[in-house]
């Protein structure tokens, strides 16, 4: 087995997996139950004023046979006391020295900021990370995602922690806002030791079509809430990568956004983070699905010769480029195998309807037959395709060079070699 | 568990009725809301869909079952009706393993196909329990046309002409209308209270259906009061459409079939559905035949608890019951005797036993079906105190070609691509010019043939 261990951005755990900050943290019974059941690391369910909850406060987006593939909150930060949330927090720092406990905050004054740090360190904790992402509730009284989205407001309060912290700093960023980078970089001019990403979306799941309401209901009214689950991971991975990528950025990222096995941890690795959060899919399947993440991410390291997770960090973000910079030369057409083929055509409807008339019918069998003159390679019909590896893109070498948009032909502004010379 | 009466008794005594609520419990269990969406959603949805295209009544499958998992049961029944007004008792009688779900896709991948019977069971039980009715009578064209038996055929044709804006009686001779769905499928397919109500349903419309009511061929003798012939028939209606399905069931003429406890399969099970499962049947039954009759008459007996022993001439390869059907037979502790022919019925008065011989197959090379020869001295005797033969049904010559200018062929009537007969009054369809399929195939031919009868009626068709 690899070695799992990490050492993020100063904060040593076991391994990378860490939940996340939300209700599988909010407690000490709970937080032990999940370094028992592997997990390495806890970020602690947002300290701050407590507050009070509402009944009904989640929603799920099913998609098909698949419950909650995306879903969606309006609970805010811990309802519980600072002293309630201490006390539990240093008994689980005692019987679990070697892991990883991270407080989140969410504070107003910079007094309420550096009070909690100072206590929080006097019981143990590992790091800290701030809360400047929750999109519902709490940014309406000035914090969460209010902060996030305004990175003057971030960059000063990141400025407060690290007058008193001593231990490593963790800005949890917002998605709900046009740039990533600016947060990002924000958090690291105010002295962050480290960033992590993404938090909840703005999101209203669904409507209920008998009562015309929005969920969740409150007594048939609703709110916009946070959405994460596996629908958010797309989302996730490239504001990781946009983040790792950016030139000026040097702080380590915890990758967070739908991830619920070993391969969507290492796809989170591979764009750029050398640590991961979960929540959704322990809220799901509770804990035990830690086990299944960290003998694949094991086997994974192992098959590629790697001995430490962060060895895959950054490998795919740095194959991330500008649309204009890929090779319009580059050319694959769709391989139908009729062996694998099963006659459902989607292939030929999606291609028909949805693309661009590449595929034809034929009278003798329900296998369609490729155009191949006619194909651009879009992908769609082996995306259709219910078969595991039945339409294949097959590469067409043309001999032609490499050829991006700067330089081709079609271009009204393309540059001009012989004018660059 | 099949419960088995092992009583030692010339007649089986009746199971108790929990015994036989349980051996003649759906095997096509309604699904539940939740059950059909989780099915539903595994539909691929495939293009020119191979279910819809093995459909004999070309119901638009994909999209009904996407209605399902959409959660609009009510639209999903509205496109099975638009195609086959009895798609709940196709539902539930159809052999999809052989037709819709047989050609699914998902066979490709060693993948349950999806359950097409029970989720177009579901979706139509949904609207008929509900009464949620989609089509109604069409503007009156003051013409009239009589439909002869309300079967299949002649309740799907009779609903599109009404659709159409005809003036429809149905004449039916039994007691109840539905024919097949009603007299002739297992009880543990399909029963009678629901063939009641899709019979009420498809004729809520607004046609009429005269049960009791025989009509026949000609003037004579014998004529009760709820006879009507078809002479007067002729003066009344425009047209009129046969739907008579087959006749009374094959007898091979072997010695001994008069002897009490001798049986045509076709006739158990009629008074086995007419008489709701109340029917004495004997502690040995013997069917004779193995098509997927002789499995009905085979498993009914065994349900109703008698031990029972079905004999075959050929191979169990030759013989035409679908395997599922012989697999359901076998469930139910059916044993079959392959190569065995019956020779002669013993008995005084009440059958004893069946004297049978065994059969070599002599000659494989033929296509279809191989020749047998009986092997000398192999006759043995089956005791038994019942013997069922499922060996074909007669066609209803004797009624139809007292028609004048009516073509039959082999026994079926011969009619055009409008459903007309060579007597242009007279249009046919289902079981009377198929020779005998199953009940989907009724349907589509009955809907289809009011299409034909419309266009011949308004001059449309030669």
Request: proline share 5%.
């Amino acid at each position: 087995m690899a070695d799992l261990s990490i050492d993020f951005a100063g904060i040593k755990a076991p391994n990378p997996f860490w939940l996340a900050s939300a209700p599988p943290t909010n407690t000490g019974y709970q937080v032990q139950n999940a370094f028992r059941a592997g997990w390495g690391g806890a970020v602690w369910k947002t300290l701050g004023q407590p507050i009070v909850n509402v009944s009904s406060r989640y929603g799920a987006m099913n998609y098909k046979n698949n419950r909650i593939a995306g879903l969606n909150n309006i609970e805010l930060i811990t309802d519980r006391s600072l002293e309630e949330n201490l006390s539990e927090m240093k008994e689980v720092k005692q019987n679990f020295p070697n892991h990883a406990l991270i407080a989140s905050m969410m504070w107003e004054t910079r007094e309420e900021w550096h009070n909690c740090i100072k206590r929080c360190e006097e019981i143990g904790v590992d790091g800290f990370e701030l809360n400047f992402g929750c999109p519902h509730g709490m940014c309406e009284r000035g914090m969460g995602s209010a902060v996030g989205q305004n990175p003057d407001v971030a960059e000063r309060i990141t400025a407060w922690v690290k007058e008193a912290a001593t231990k490593p700093v963790i800005v949890k960023l917002t998605p709900n806002i046009t740039d990533i980078t600016a947060a990002g970089l924000a958090a690291q001019r105010g002295g962050a030791d480290a960033v992590s990403l993404i938090n909840t979306i703005n999101s209203v799941t669904n409507i209920n079509l008998q009562t015309m309401s929005p969920n969740p209901s409150v007594d048939g009214l609703s709110t916009h809430g946070g959405y994460c689950g596996p629908a958010v991971k797309p989302i996730a991975l490239n504001m990781v990568s946009e983040l790792y990528n950016h030139p000026d950025f040097k702080l380590p990222i915890s990758g967070i956004g739908g991830i619920e096995t070993w391969g969507d941890a290492a796809e989170f690795f591979l764009m750029g983070a050398s640590a991961v959060q979960v929540c959704t899919a322990v809220m799901h399947y509770g804990y035990r699905i830690v086990d299944e993440m960290k003998a694949g991410l094991s086997d994974y390291l192992e098959q590629n010769g790697m001995k430490t997770p962060t060895e895959l960090t950054g490998i795919a973000a740095r194959k991330l480029r500008r649309w204009e910079q890929l090779d319009l030369n580059y050319k694959i057409i769709a391989h139908i195998d009729p062996e694998k083929c099963i006659g459902c055509q989607l292939c030929y409807i999606a291609c028909e309807d949805g693309a661009h008339q590449s595929i034809a019918l034929q009278n003798h069998t329900r296998v369609p037959k490729i155009k191949e003159e006619h194909c651009v390679g879009c992908n769609l019909c082996s995306l259709v395709c219910p078969v595991d590896q039945c339409i294949t893109m097959v590469q067409i070498p043309n001999g032609a060079g490499r050829l991006t948009w700067p330089e081709h032909p079609a271009n009204p502004n393309r540059i001009s070699h012989s004018a660059l010379t | 568990m099949l419960e088995i009466n092992t009583e030692n008794s010339l007649v089986c005594t009746p199971l108790p009725p929990e015994s036989l609520t349980r051996n003649f419990a759906s095997i096509k269990p309604r699904m539940t809301d939740n059950e059909a969406v989780i099915e539903a959603s595994r539909c691929l949805f495939c293009h020119d869909a191979p279910c819809t295209i093995a459909c004999p009544s070309s119901i638009d499958i994909p999209m009904f079952i996407r209605q399902i998992s959409s959660h609009n049961t009510k639209g999903a029944a509205k496109t099975i009706f638009s195609q086959n007004i009895l798609g709940k008792s196709c539902a539930y009688v159809c052999p999809t393993q052989v037709l819709c779900e047989g050609s699914c896709v998902y066979h490709g991948l060693n993948e349950k196909p999806i359950d097409i019977g029970r989720l177009q069971g579901y979706a139509s039980d949904f609207a008929i329990d509900k009464n949620i009715r989609f089509f109604e009578k069409g503007p009156s064209r003051d013409r009239k046309v009589a439909v002869i038996g309300a079967g299949p055929a002649g309740l799907s044709c009779a609903h599109e002409l009404t659709r159409l804006g005809y003036a429809v009686v149905v004449y039916e001779a039994s007691k109840q209308a539905g024919g097949l769905n009603m007299y002739g499928v297992a009880p543990y397919k399909f029963n009678n209270e629901a063939a009641a109500k899709e019979a009420a349903y498809v004729s809520g419309i607004g046609f009429e259906v005269r049960t009791g009511t025989r009509i026949i061929a000609e003037d004579g003798q014998n004529i009760e009061k709820t006879h009507i012939i078809l002479s007067d028939l002729e003066k009344e209606y425009d047209a009129i459409f046969l739907a008579v399905g087959l006749g009374k069931s094959h007898r091979p003429g072997l010695p001994g079939e008069e002897l009490r406890g001798v049986y045509g399969a076709a006739e158990f099970i009629y008074s086995l559905r007419a008489q709701n499962l109340n029917v004495p049947v004997g502690r040995r039954v013997i069917v004779v035949g193995a098509g997927n009759t002789a499995i009905d008459a085979a498993v009914e007996t065994a349900k109703l608890g008698a031990e029972v022993t079905l004999v075959y001439r050929r191979r169990p390869e030759d013989q035409s019951a679908y395997d599922f059907e012989v697999a359901h037979a076998l469930q139910a502790g059916v044993r079959f005797l392959y190569l065995t022919s019956p020779v002669q019925i013993i008995g005084e008065a009440q059958v004893d036993g069946l004297q049978c011989v065994k059969n070599e197959v002599v000659n494989t090379a033929t296509d279809g079906k191989p020749a047998i020869k009986a092997l000398a001295g192999s006759e043995f005797v089956l005791p038994c105190n019942m013997v069922i033969f499922a060996t074909g049904q007669e066609k209803m010559v004797d009624f139809y070609s007292k028609i004048p200018g009516l073509s039959i062929n082999q026994g079926k009537v011969t009619v055009n691509s409008f459903f007309q007969t060579t007597n242009p009054k007279y249009f046919a369809g289902g079981d009377c010019v198929n020779g005998g399929k199953e009940v989907v195939n009724a349907v589509a031919h009955g809907r289809d043939a009011a299409r034909g009868i419309d266009q011949v009626l308004k001059g449309g068709a030669a």
